[in-house]
């Protein structure tokens, strides 16, 4: 079982940045695909983008592609999303999450994960 620390959010402006941190405890991160998700008041949980643990890919989803970069430091245990030109509809509370049933790149993944963090609340002002 992995236990998930995010870190790393806070208010920007339209068009700053941030760099948000998912620190693991556990050797099971090794080898579990990580995810980035989003959930902002009265919408849906959104996968905002995953890292593989074996093959290193990722996938962003078409809301951040070309803003965020994902990246996993497995010395560290831990795994970084970059959030570059940060508009107000990226508000949300950030949560990174692991199980193993989930894979990067599928198109479902599990409804509830079995490593889940507390998460950590980006505000991004127009």
């Known amino acids: 079982q992995l236990h998930l620390v995010e870190s790393g959010g806070g208010l920007v402006q339209s068009g700053g940045s941030l760099i948000l941190t998912c620190t693991a405890s556990?050797?099971?991160?090794?080898?579990?695909?990580i995810g980035w998700f989003r959930q902002a008041p009265g919408k849906e949980r959104e996968e905002v983008s995953c890292?593989?643990?074996?093959?290193?890919?990722?996938k962003y989803a078409d809301s951040v592609k070309g803003r965020f970069t994902i990246s996993r430091d497995k010395a560290k245990r831990t795994v970084y999303l970059q959030m570059n030109n940060l508009k107000p509809e990226d508000t949300a509370a950030y949560y990174c999450?692991?199980?193993?049933?989930?894979?990067?790149?599928?198109?479902?993944?599990?409804?509830?994960?079995?490593?889940w963090g507390r998460g950590t609340h980006v505000s991004v002002s127009s």
């Open positions: 556990g050797s099971a991160f090794d080898y579990r695909d």
């Open positions: 999450a692991a199980d193993d049933r989930y894979r990067c790149g599928n198109t479902h993944y599990p409804l509830i994960f079995g490593s």
């Open positions: 890292v593989s643990s074996s093959s290193g890919e990722s």
